[in-house]
């Protein structure tokens, strides 16, 4: 069975400082990989997907970017934070294939507080 | 634009009380897919149901059903006789990509579910 699991769960930062939120999937091969944020009192809003390695698209323009070094391995990262990069963020998978999926596995979460 | 309206933020209700979470959506697609996740207090989200535009059958899972109305472009969600387990944050979502980007949903705010025992 498919298992997907993102680290760390919780983070505490100082602004200005880095950021590697990683996320890996198991038991499925060339899996569409997405990273979410679900900010306070907000929807989920799509930040980066993946096709496959080395190929990220980005859907915000923000100062996070993503890289996908390996098949099933999606990493979030970010060179200095922002206060506003608090928020939940949720890496998910989905199956490769034509036409719309929007069947997503989520991972656990990586709540991430910017002091 | 693409916008997915949940104008419910918070309901609470008692056990075996049935609820009903309202979903409005907008698109000027013909060729959509409509959704609805839930995310318990543990955080992860959990897929529900998937829907697409030219499918308008209601649809009965257990306890939950769903009603899809292109008319009144709404997807609402029942939960019959709730139950505590049934507590969490339930979201709405809307995907009019067709391929690439396959995983572009758009959530609406979610409304959070509270079952009282």
């Known amino acids: 069975s498919q298992t997907i699991h993102q680290w760390p769960a919780t983070l505490v930062q100082p602004v200005g400082s880095p950021l590697s939120l990683e996320c890996t999937v198991e038991?499925?091969?060339?899996?569409?990989l997405y990273w979410y944020r679900q900010a306070a009192g907000r929807g989920l809003q799509l930040l980066f997907y993946?096709?496959?390695?080395?190929?990220i698209s980005s859907e915000v323009p923000q100062n996070l970017s993503a890289s996908r070094p390996q098949d099933r391995q999606f990493i979030l990262s970010s060179k200095k934070l922002l206060l506003s990069d608090s928020g939940f963020y949720l890496c998910a998978w989905s199956q490769t294939g034509s036409g719309p999926v929007g069947e997503l596995f989520f991972g656990e979460g990586s709540r991430l507080t910017v002091l | 634009a693409q916008k997915v309206t949940q104008a419910q933020t918070e309901i609470s209700v008692v056990e075996k009380e049935d609820v009903t979470l309202d979903c409005v959506y907008e698109t000027r697609d013909t060729t959509y897919y409509l959704f609805w996740y839930k995310q318990p207090p543990s955080g992860e989200l959990v897929f529900l149901i998937r829907?697409?535009?030219?499918?308008?059958q209601n649809e009965i899972s257990g306890r939950y059903s769903w009603n899809f109305q292109k008319s009144t472009s709404s997807f609402n969600f029942t939960i019959t006789a709730s139950q505590v387990v049934d507590s969490a944050v339930y979201f709405c979502?809307?995907?009019?990509?067709?391929?690439?980007?396959?995983?572009?949903?758009?959530f609406g705010k979610g409304t959070k579910l509270s079952v009282k025992p």
């Open positions: 993946s096709v496959g390695i080395g190929q």
């Open positions: 829907r697409n535009s030219f499918d308008e």
């Open positions: 038991g499925t091969s060339n899996p569409n």
């Open positions: 979502a809307l995907s009019d990509d067709y391929g690439g980007s396959q995983g572009n949903l758009i």
